[in-house]
Structures are given as structure tokens and as C-alpha cells.
């Protein structure tokens, strides 16, 4: 007998919404289709709901991998929020082995340093080996507050190794030393800016946000990272969206303090719910967070799609009146009486997660 029968629900395949059922059988997705009528051990009503493929985090903070003080378990973290698949950013400790052990599949970014407005490479080659083909890229912290760095130079030199050695590059930059333009001339198609509406130093370029619509069709990622709204200004993302510069990807920077010390239920689903108040389309929206984020991490044969023969990763999400209420660290404050909700999460057939 089959194995999870959902029903009725509004299907999010990775492209585009469609009227379909989905079953599975062990770990994998048999049927995506109208009116299945199979019997199946577990059978699930998702009227009015939406039944998405797994969703993707671009960037969180997996415990025993990232740093020691904000790491946060990886499947607590992801899980009740729909999230079956995410990317470390800020791989560093732990290695192959504890990565294999998470039941949320992953990848992971490598931390590289500055020292004297230089990239330091030190260990580099021996970070990116203990975690094998699972090191798909470089996280850097270009920023002023946090690193030794005065000018575009040392970013230049990182982005060059990662050409050489067949790596994507991560950029943290809320504090950064130049230009938003010139920051993202820097990045090749394929690398990701994350923390694109900080409102730190230099995010408002002269352009507007001209210059990110320009990335973005060169295919530089750009990513909101949210990070419990502290890497984010609410006024500068609503001025962004205005204008139609919106994210590739929406990622959670999900750590142990965006997680249980900035208040609400923070996860996904909660920047998926700001991401919507502030006027971007659903089918974007479940794009940014299925599909892009699949392709951007290298993972598009596996991740993002909800489709015959894929692994059984499937999340459904209702549109409740729980609502949120935040304030940013500049005070701007954002509200609504509506948000999502994940109610069922299933990794590779399994129900893992239910509300
Ligand atoms: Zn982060």
C-alpha cells in the first residue's frame, strides 16, 4: 500500500501552482495528480491549504557545525517550519560525518577570514576536504564591524580562489566598506548576497536599488536573510519591494538567538509571512524558497521540486489569523493580522513535523 496520500490541497511543484494530490510510496513521490484515489497508510486533507515541495533555507546556522554560539539543532530549526533541505553559512567545525547524521539535508558554506585587508586562507583546503562535494562554497563576513578589511581588494582575492576551485561565494556584508554597486560588480553569476535589505552602511545605493535589478539579471543571487529581523530594515525592504527588487531567495540566518530571543516563532514561515505583507506574489514567494534556492545551492536534480520521482520532501501551509507584530533594530515597526503556518512536514516519506 502506498504510504502518505495528501489531498486536495493547492500544489506548489517547484514552478507553478497546480490542483493535484500527492502520494508517496516508501521515500519517493509516485503520483502528482488530480483525484487519486489510491488507499495510502496515512491520508491527509489539505483543503485549503498549500502542499509545497520541501522548502529550501539558503542560509542557517546548524549546531556543531557553525560557530559554537549560534549554531541551533539542525531539524528543531527547519523542520516545524517546512524546511527539508538548508545550507550551512558558516561552515567551520564539525565534519562529514555529523552533516550525514542531520535528517535535514544539507550543504555547507566554508568561513574564510580577513587580516589586513587581506583574505586568509588559512585552513581552508582542510575545512572544504573534512566536508567533501557537501562544501559547495565560500561565507565571508565582508563587513566593517566585523572584519579587518578597508576596501573591495580582499573580496576580489576571495572571489578569485572560488573561480579557480570551483566554489560559489557568500556575502555577509550589513557594514560595508564600499558601494552596493561595487560590491555586486564584484560577484559572478551564481554567488549569493546575503542580507540584501540591511540598512546597514552603504545598502541604499545612489541608484536606488537599480543596481540590484542589475545583478540579478547577470544571475548574482540576491538573498533577504532575514536573521530574526536584524539583518533586515523593514523600511528599506518595503522601499526595495516598491519598486519590484525583489529577493531570489528568502532565508531564515536561523540561529539560537533569531530562534527563541527576538520573540515570535521565528522560522521560515514567519519571513515567508513579511516577505507576503509587504507585497510579493505567492508563486515568488514559494519560488524563493523551492526552486532558486535548489538551483542556487547545486542542488536542482534533488531539492525544490514536488515530482515524480523525487525524494518524499513535502511541507502544507495554511494562511491563518495568528499574525505578527516585529520592530526592527531601527525601530521600524511591521505588523499584520495574518501569516503562515506549516502544518505538516514529511522528509523523504516520513512525517516529521505536524501542527
Ligand atoms: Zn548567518
Not at 516545524?80 to 539535508?105: E, N, Q, Y
Request: net charge negative; glycine share 10%.
Amino acid at each position: 500500500m502506498a504510504k502518505i496520500l495528501i489531498k486536495n490541497g493547492r500544489a506548489w511543484d517547484g514552478k507553478r501552482f497546480l490542483s493535484a494530490d500527492v502520494l508517496t510510496d516508501g521515500n519517493r513521490i509516485i503520483k502528482v495528480e488530480s483525484d487519486i484515489t489510491e488507499k495510502a497508510e496515512f491520508v491527509y486533507d489539505a483543503s485549503g491549504k498549500i502542499v509545497s515541495a520541501g522548502l529550501v533555507d539558503t542560509h542557517v546556522h546548524m549546531r556543531g557545525i557553525s560557530n559554537k554560539t549560534f549554531g541551533i539543532q539542525a531539524e528543531m530549526s527547519c523542520f516545524p517550519f517546512g524546511v527539508t533541505a538548508a545550507c550551512d553559512a558558516g561552515g567551520g567545525h564539525g565534519d562529514r560525518s555529523l552533516l550525514d547524521s542531520f535528517m535535514l539535508k544539507n550543504v555547507v558554506l566554508v568561513t574564510v577570514g580577513f587580516r589586513d585587508n587581506k583574505a586568509c586562507f588559512d585552513s581552508i583546503e582542510e575545512k572544504i576536504e573534512k566536508f567533501g562535494e557537501k562544501a559547495i562554497g565560500i561565507k565571508v563576513y565582508f563587513d566593517t564591524q566585523l572584519s579587518d578589511i578597508q576596501n573591495i581588494a580582499p573580496l576580489c582575492e576571495i572571489v578569485e580562489f572560488a573561480e579557480k576551485n570551483d566554489l560559489i561565494v557568500m556575502v555577509h556584508s550589513s557594514n560595508s566598506p564600499v558601494a552596493m554597486k561595487e560590491l555586486l560588480g564584484t560577484l559572478r553569476k551564481g554567488d549569493i548576497l546575503t542580507h540584501a535589505y540591511h540598512g546597514g552602511d552603504n545598502n541604499i545605493s545612489e541608484d536606488g536599488f537599480e543596481c540590484i535589478k542589475a545583478a540579478k539579471e547577470r544571475e548574482v543571487i540576491i538573498d533577504a536573510g532575514f536573521a530574526g529581523h536584524v539583518h533586515t530594515d523593514f523600511k528599506v525592504l518595503k522601499g526595495a519591494f516598491d519598486i519590484g527588487a525583489f529577493p531570489d531567495t528568502i532565508s531564515t540566518d536561523i540561529t539560537r538567538f533569531s530562534a527563541y530571543t527576538r520573540g515570535g516563532r521565528y522560522g521560515m514561515t514567519m519571513c515567508m509571512s513579511i516577505a507576503r505583507s509587504l507585497g510579493m506574489r505567492e508563486e515568488e514567494i514559494f519560488k524563493s524558497i523551492t526552486s532558486t534556492p535548489a538551483r542556487a545551492l547545486g542542488k536542482d536534480g534533488e531539492w525544490g521540486y514536488l515530482k515524480v520521482g523525487r525524494n518524499a520532501d513535502i511541507a502544507v501551509f495554511d494562511y491563518t489569523d495568528e499574525g505578527f507584530d516585529l520592530t526592527d533594530k531601527a525601530g521600524n515597526r511591521i505588523y499584520s493580522d495574518k501569516s503562515y503556518r506549516c502544518v505538516l512536514t514529511v522528509s523523504d516519506g516520513q512525517v516529521v513535523y505536524r501542527d
